[in-house]
Structures are given as C-alpha cells and as structure tokens.
C-alpha cells in the first residue's frame, strides 16, 4: 500500500525553525518528484514546494521561498521541509504529496503563536 | 504563475441532481496537466480526476470530467450524501503548481 507519513509539527513560536519530515513506503520513491502543500483552517490548499528527481531541481511558490527549504533522502526514502522565520500565518496543516498529487499524507498541523 | 478561478463557490442539491463544477485556468494548460480532487472535512484531499478527464483508481463513475485549454468541468451525476466535500482543482502543467479556491458541493 503507498503511504505517506508526516512529523515534526507542532507549536512554535514566530520567528522560529521547523523542520517537516515524511516517510514514504509502498512505492519506488527515488523515481517521483515530491511535494509539500499547506491549507489554512477553513482556506485554499497552497502548493509550497516539490523537489524532482535529482538533487538540485526544486522549485517553490514564490512568496515562500526565502524562508520554505524542500529537500529528499532517497536512501531512507524521506522528504524534508525547512521552515524558518516562522510566521502566525504560516499555522496551518501541512501535506507530503506523491508526484502531482497523487497520493497525499494525512497531514500535520503546523501551529505559530506566542 | 497560473491563476484558477472556480465556480460556483457553494452548490446546493438535492439528492439524485446533477453537479456541474467549473475550472477555469488564467493561462492555456498546453499539456491539459488539470486534477480535481475532492476533500471532506478533517481529511486529506483525495484525487479524483488527473489529465483534465482520466478518473483516479477507485472513483465511481458518477464522477467524470472534461476540458482543454483554459475550460474544464467536473460533474457529479446522482448525487448522493457522501458526497457533499470540497472539491478543487489544480493544475501541474506549469512547474509551480497551482489550486484552485474551491468549490463546497451541499446535498
């Protein structure tokens, strides 16, 4: 069964670091492109990041990228998010998705407050 | 970036109706790279239409889907309870992926 795993939210306080993780299982990871996508309670989904193939070909929304990092693990078969500077609007549920989209996580919620 | 605009915002129906979702993309998708995915509440989006009109494993053909270009339709045939969610669409045809804002589907 493909599976999508997160961790590694939780509340933190603005201007801080998170780092996302998601455990891949069930599929050959190291041939899709992954990506992370964020909904704030009650809004839109927002795309943030996918990382493809290869270790360098990463594109990001752009009012995300000074601040969101996308990275892989092929051996461990893991996708990673970098966070910094937190901001209050960042809060929301974080997703791992499979290629365009195919698969989603259940998801991890992401709370910034003080 | 591309910009998609959904319509209408909420669609109230009665059970056994028809639903008519439209997508509607600011820019030409050339390789037609429009899913639809529908989400209820608490849960992940689940993807129900890939390539502007391919159904996703497991979706019932109640669902289907069409378009090209800027255009594309989601229609739920017989509707039924379970299937009040959110349903939005997203296009990967450009590198930076979009979403569309939603549409709440009320049976």
């Known amino acids: 069964e493909v599976q999508l795993v997160e961790s590694g939210g939780g509340v933190v306080e603005p201007g801080g670091s998170l780092r996302l993780s998601c455990s891949a299982s069930?599929?050959?990871?190291?041939?899709?492109?992954m990506n992370w996508v964020r909904q704030a309670p009650g809004r839109a989904l927002e795309w943030i990041a996918t990382?493809?193939?290869?270790?360098?070909?990463?594109t990001y929304r752009d009012s995300l990228k000074d601040r969101f990092s996308i990275s892989r693990d092929d051996a461990r078969n893991l996708v990673f998010l970098q966070i910094n500077s937190l901001r209050e609007d960042d809060s929301g549920k974080y997703y791992c998705?499979?290629?365009?989209?195919?698969?989603w996580g259940q998801g991890i919620l992401v709370t910034v407050a003080s | 970036e591309i910009v998609l605009t959904q319509s209408p915002g909420t669609l109230s129906l009665s059970p056994g109706e028809t639903a008519t979702l439209s997508c509607r993309a600011s820019?030409?998708?050339?390789?037609?790279?429009l899913a639809w995915y529908q989400q209820k509440p608490g849960q992940a989006p689940r993807l129900l239409v890939y390539?502007?009109?391919n159904r996703a494993t497991g979706v019932a053909d109640r669902f289907s889907a069409s378009g090209s270009g800027t255009d594309f339709t989601l229609t739920i045939t017989s509707l039924a309870p379970e299937d009040s969610a959110l349903y939005f669409c997203?296009?990967?045809?450009?590198?930076?992926?979009?979403f569309g804002p939603g549409t709440r589907v009320e049976i």
């Open positions: 820019e030409t998708l050339k390789k037609n790279y």
């Open positions: 390539g502007a009109s």
């Open positions: 990382v493809g193939l290869t270790p360098n070909y990463k």
């Open positions: 998705t499979k290629d365009f989209g195919s698969v």
């Open positions: 069930g599929f050959n990871f190291r041939t899709f492109s």
């Open positions: 997203q296009q990967h045809d450009s590198s930076l992926f979009t």
